[in-house]
């Protein structure tokens, strides 16, 4: 199983780029200009090691209030690895509203602090203002269903080889094959069968579409290497509502 929040750059090391097809949701499609622009880009630096150096990292997630972004919360931790709430544990930029990395537009800010699920791994970004010109996801409150599909969206590796973020917000389409006490089990259906999440896609939402508009059924959590055909493991975001909505007020 691999964690999603790789990380990217030891301090000081040099990056060997992929030569691979630009993927970041293995074998997804590219996300058309002014689409899921809730979909959320974090960017991790000077994260502390053991040894003393630093490295960088990165995950996805999704905006759920105008200061709230929902992500994986293993994407926060110490040094030690063990996940931590309060301030943010190190400089974490967001990337909002644009499906192009380095592209015009959205919003470009920071997380100030960080609140961890008490029943899975999901966590709670605030950042650093609100923003104001992008609508936040709808937040899942009724269980997921065996059978249901699914969207994720994410911003993670070019494919299983690397280790540098997509340049482009990626999509995919994704059956429900299995609902635990606190996780989902999910498998690729569109474009292919081994669409997947992959490396820095920790935390991107997997969400419906209803009349209200995109709701967050789950977050990006762990999986086998990408990309890959097998069940990917899930947080339910439905067993968190209630805490979502103490941490970040009605939504």
């Not at 929040?5 to 590219?30: D, K, Q, R, T």
């Not at 592209?103 to 709670?124: K, M």
């Not at 989902?184 to 991107?204: F, H, M, N, R």
Request: aromatic letters at 4%; hydrophobic letters at 40%; proline letters at 7%.
């Amino acid at each position: 199983m691999r964690s999603l929040s790789i990380f990217v750059l030891a301090a000081g090391a040099a990056l060997v780029m992929s030569a691979s097809p630009a993927h970041a949701v293995a074998n997804g499609v590219p996300v058309e200009e002014g689409s899921f622009r809730f979909a959320a880009k974090l960017t991790m630096t000077g994260i502390p090691k053991p040894d003393g150096t630093t490295r960088d990292s990165g995950c996805s997630g999704a905006l759920v209030a105008p200061e709230w972004v929902l992500t994986a919360g293993h994407c926060f931790h110490d040094v030690a690895g063990e996940r931590v709430s309060g301030p943010v544990p190190y400089d974490t930029t967001v990337v909002l509203g644009r499906v192009e990395a380095d592209g015009d537009g959205g919003v470009d800010t920071s997380v100030v602090e960080v609140h961890q699920s008490p029943v899975n791994d999901i966590a709670l970004a605030r950042l650093a203002a609100p923003v104001t010109d992008v609508e936040p996801i709808l937040v899942a409150a009724g269980e997921p269903e065996v059978g249901e599909r699914l969207r994720l969206t994410g911003w993670g590796a070019l494919d299983g080889g690397s280790t540098t973020p997509a340049d482009r917000l990626q999509t995919g389409v994704f059956t429900v094959g299995s609902v635990g006490d606190s996780t989902i089990g999910v498998t690729g259906a569109e474009p292919a069968p081994d669409t997947s999440a992959c490396l820095l896609d920790s935390g991107a939402p997997y969400f419906r579409m209803t009349e209200a508009g995109p709701e967050v059924v789950s977050t990006e959590s762990s999986g086998p290497g990408c990309p890959h055909a097998d069940e990917e493991t899930t947080a339910r975001v439905d067993v968190a509502a209630d805490w979502i909505t103490e941490t970040i007020g009605d939504l």
